[in-house]
Every structure is written in C-alpha cells, then in structure tokens.
C-alpha cells in the first residue's frame, strides 16, 4: 500500500520482480551444478546440508572434512561452466519418491517427502553418471529455476570455508553479479599493471622477481647489521669480554638491529669468545630484545636462560625462555639496559 487503506475482500494484483525472480533461478540451478561438480571432484560423500539462493549471490553448504585445494576448486568451477555452456534444458517432473530414487536423484538429508516429489534434472553428462540416460544433475526440489542452463550465464568461486565440523561452505556469483565481479577484478589487475609497468600476462612473474629481489635485500641488509654489530658500531657499552666467577662474560646494547637477528650474532660472539657468556640486548622499534648464549664447555655452570630471565626482570618484561646454550627475551623498554647487564653479571658471579 502507498496510501489508504487495506480492506478484506478489496481486489489486488500480484506482481513479480522479473529481474530480481530471474537472478534468484540462475543462483538455485547453479548449486544443483555445483553439487554435482563437488560431487565428481571431491566423492560421493557430498551432500547438501544448506544453501542461500539470494539475488546477488549464492551460498552452499555440503559435508566434506577439509578444505578445498587450489587445483580442486577450479576443476568445480570448470564443470559447472561447462554444463552452463551446454544450454541444455532444465526438465520438471512429478512423480513418486520410489521413482525418483530409482533415477538416481539426490535429496536433501532429513528432509520428509510426501507421496509425490517434484524432480528437477539439468544437463548432459558425457559418459553418464549412474542417473537415468546420461542426464548430469537430478535432484528432489521445489523451487524455481531457470528454463535453460545458459540462462545461468557464468559462475564464479569467491571462497571456500569452514561452515561447521565436518561442513565447508562455498560462496558464488551467478549471472551479472558474477561479470560485474569479474570485470572489478580485471579493472584491479589492470591497476597492478599498471603500478608494475608490465601486461597483465606478466604480472605473476614480474611479482616473483620483485618478491625476490626484496627477500634479496632483506638479506642483505641483515647481514649488514650483524656485520656492524660485530665491528661494534651498532653498539654501545663493552666492547672486550670480562671474567665473571671464572667465566668470560660480553654484554653489548644494539640499536638497528631486530631481535631476529640476535641468535646469529650471538654465535659468531661465542665464536669469537671460544668459551664463555654472551648476553645481547636490542633496541628494537621501541620495545627491548634479549638473546643469550652459553658455548657448551660452561653450560654446566651457568644457563642461557638464567641469563635472560635475569636481564627481562630488569627491561619490565617477564620469563624468557630456551636451551641452557641459547634462549631468548623481550621487554618493554631498553631503557634499563645496563641495569640488566648487571643483573646478568650477578648470576654468573653467583
């Protein structure tokens, strides 16, 4: 009603919303489709256990225990397409549910038929698939559907999830929603193009040289920062080992270097050191890192991991863990560096 009022008896006309009715059969037809592909791609097991067949998009929950791969999801996807281009006709009959299990449709899990069922099958299968003839897709279901599997146009995968235990979910395009999807998608390719200075063809590989060649640099600068650490220019405090109840002790503060990078600069200190503790303690991006390292003559004497528990303490951390030769620690300032050096100190000397 846009004004008035509504009164019993006054005539009324019913009016469908062809488009919006017409989006919502190409979404059902196309997850009897996508059963079936599953179904072929993944095992009989497949059965429906929920789906959405909204104007914009559709929703199709089956059981399957993991989630689909790669390779998987785009043999689906390529069925369904496939049986969309044959354009063949979508039959409806009426008979009863001991005919139709004969047939070989499908029904929905727990679902109670009455003495007739209405059978919707769509699709030719190439070499048959245990249905009447060599029909693709038969299903029990009484909802709208489309005339023909061309009317579908195209489907399109957004996703593969976790609906429930044992459940996975996928999420899908029919129609102008999925063309429209597909065109934003080229339009953002295009972009990365664009950004890449490269076609559109060449945009996965001229990523993967870019990929590596920033992991290249990544490494590299790495070792430059353990290079520096080492020749001490990226620390502060001692520099020279000092002998602490009868082990050899280095402690040094570093700044440009990740806590990431501590494990190895505290080998190459061990080795250097040839027997004793190193203690290290980053400034990094504002928070402390703490790595120490025992070489294996002394581990019977001191650990590593008394070593960092005792410096965290003191940079408001906590704990602090690892292997009586290395272990590691954060906290949350650097701020009291020396103080946890010294805390360090007072473990070794007992």
Do not use: W
């Amino acid at each position: 009603m846009v004004e008035g009022l509504v009164t019993s008896g006054a005539p009324a006309q019913l009016t469908v919303d062809h488009s919006r009715r017409a989006a919502i059969r190409a979404n059902h037809s196309a997850t009897h489709l996508l059963h079936e592909a599953l179904r072929d791609a993944l095992g009989e097991h497949v059965a429906q256990r929920g789906s959405l067949n909204a104007d914009d998009r559709l929703r199709f929950d089956f059981s399957h225990t993991k989630a689909l791969s790669d390779a998987e999801l785009a043999q689906v996807s390529v069925d369904v397409n496939a049986y969309i281009r044959q354009n063949t006709d979508v039959e409806t009959r009426i008979m009863s549910p001991d005919d139709a299990r004969g047939l070989g449709a499908q029904a929905l899990f727990g679902e109670k038929y009455g003495d007739e069922v209405r059978v919707v099958s769509m699709g030719r299968a190439a070499t048959g698939k245990g249905h009447a003839g060599d029909t693709y897709s038969i299903e029990l279901c009484g909802g709208t559907h489309v005339r023909q599997t061309g009317d579908i146009g195209t489907f399109v995968i957004l996703g593969d999830s976790a609906s429930s235990a044992g459940v996975r979910r996928i999420e899908a395009l029919t129609g102008a929603a999925a063309f429209d999807y597909l065109k934003g998608e080229a339009a953002r390719m295009g972009e990365v193009a664009l950004m890449l200075k490269a076609q559109s063809g060449d945009v996965p590989e001229r990523l993967k040289a870019l990929m590596d060649e920033r992991k290249s640099l990544q490494n590299e600068v790495a070792q430059l920062r353990r290079d520096l650490a080492m020749a001490g220019g990226a620390g502060t405090g001692e520099t020279e080992a000092k002998e602490i109840g009868g082990v050899k002790f280095f402690a040094q503060v570093l700044s440009g270097v990740s806590g990431k990078d501590l494990p190895a600069l505290l080998d190459e200190h061990k080795s250097r050191l040839g027997s004793g503790a190193v203690l290290l303690i980053a400034d990094a991006g504002g928070k402390a890192a703490v790595a120490a390292g025992v070489t294996a003559d002394v581990t019977d004497r001191v650990s590593a991991v008394d070593l960092v528990k005792a410096a965290v303490a003191e940079l408001g951390g906590k704990g602090g863990g690892g292997r009586p030769d290395m272990a590691q620690g954060g906290g949350k300032s650097a701020e009291n560096a020396e103080a946890a050096i010294k805390a360090a100190e007072g473990v070794l000397a007992g």
